[in-house]
């Protein structure tokens, strides 16, 4: 199959990987980017982890906490403009209270939820796209409960490009429950423990590392002791506690987590954007688009 510029472009910002091999690795895996980023990998050419995928849409992340409550939310618009406009500010606000309030469980049935004056969260947003002329979305949220034993830690990074909304059970330090809320909003961690990453996922990783190892040209008898140890590293990534705490790299977030008497039981990181492809549009096309429509 033909490979096209844009995929060999996206696989590079993906692993860091050099162009020709990029493209080398999507003709070995007919087009399929993620069997090239474990191809590249494999061969050594690109990073343990995948690059996060580039911010594609605007808006902004929020989080409201009331007594034992806490909802977060991303609410997206067109451009970064207006997402920054006080109008789709107060209206993410008052997004955030209906939703706290009404406690529904999808964002199908948010956009059901009435406010005092009767009007759906849908025809609110309606409202707001007639006045501002940018279409906006509530994309997701997620609501939290506690008790007065726990600590909620919300944290809002360049206001509200990345939000984060942690609970800690067992413990009612917020500033420390805030505390792991940054760390998460600078690692990206995917989990809490290791034992909740799936099989699938372990196995997979170990399939690649065993494979690097190999290219690499360990001997064989060494290279499952070496994998085990790189799975290691990989559990670093991807698993909260194991991670080097961010406010202090000599001790492990689970000793932090520990000092504090808690147990981290839940985490949502929303990140602006993450996962929504941005249209991609033609500068030269679109000048000439609005000269013919002149």
């Known amino acids: ?103 529904p469980e999808s964002v199908e049935a948010a956009l059901e939820v009435k406010n005092e004056k009767g009007e759906t969260i849908k025809d ?33 990074h360049m206001g509200g490009r990345i939000g984060v909304l942690v609970v800690l059970e067992g413990s009612t330090d917020s500033q420390a429950a805030k505390d792991i809320a940054m760390h998460i909003a600078a690692i990206n961690p995917k989990y809490i423990t290791r034992d909740e990453v799936p099989a699938e996922e372990v196995e997979h990783e170990r399939k690649v590392l065993t494979e690097q190892a190999l290219n690499e040209g360990k001997p064989e008898n060494i290279v499952a002791k070496m994998v085990e140890g790189r799975l290691g590293k990989f ?28 147990n981290v039981t839940s985490f949502v990181r929303y990140e602006v954007g993450e996962g929504i492809e941005k249209r991609a549009d033609n500068f030269a096309e679109e000048v000439m688009s609005q000269v013919k429509g002149k």
Do not use: H, W
């Not at 080398?24 to 995948?50: F, M, Q």
């Not at 670093?236 to 506690?241: A, G, S, T, Y």
């Open 1 to 103: 199959m033909a490979i096209s510029a844009q995929l060999v472009k996206e696989l590079r910002e993906k692993t860091g990987a050099g162009m020709m091999d990029c493209k080398k690795a999507l003709v070995a895996t007919n087009g399929d980017i993620d069997a090239a980023i474990d191809y590249l990998r494999e061969k050594g050419l690109a990073s343990a982890s995948k690059k996060a995928d580039r911010i594609a849409a605007e808006g902004t992340t929020y989080i409201l906490t009331e007594g034992n409550d806490a909802v977060i939310l991303e609410v997206n618009a067109e451009t970064d403009f207006v997402a920054k406009n006080d109008q789709f500010q107060e209206l993410v606000k008052s997004l955030a209270a209906q939703l706290i309030k009404a406690k």
């Open 124 to 156: 609110q947003i309606a409202s707001a796209v007639a006045t501002i002329g940018e279409k906006i979305t509530l994309r997701r949220f997620e609501i939290k409960t506690k008790t007065d034993a726990d600590a909620f830690g919300a944290y809002l």
């Open 235 to 262: 559990f670093e990534q991807v698993c909260l506690l194991e991670q080097a705490f961010v406010k202090d790299p000599d001790q492990k977030v689970r000793d932090f987590v520990k000092s504090t008497g808690g």
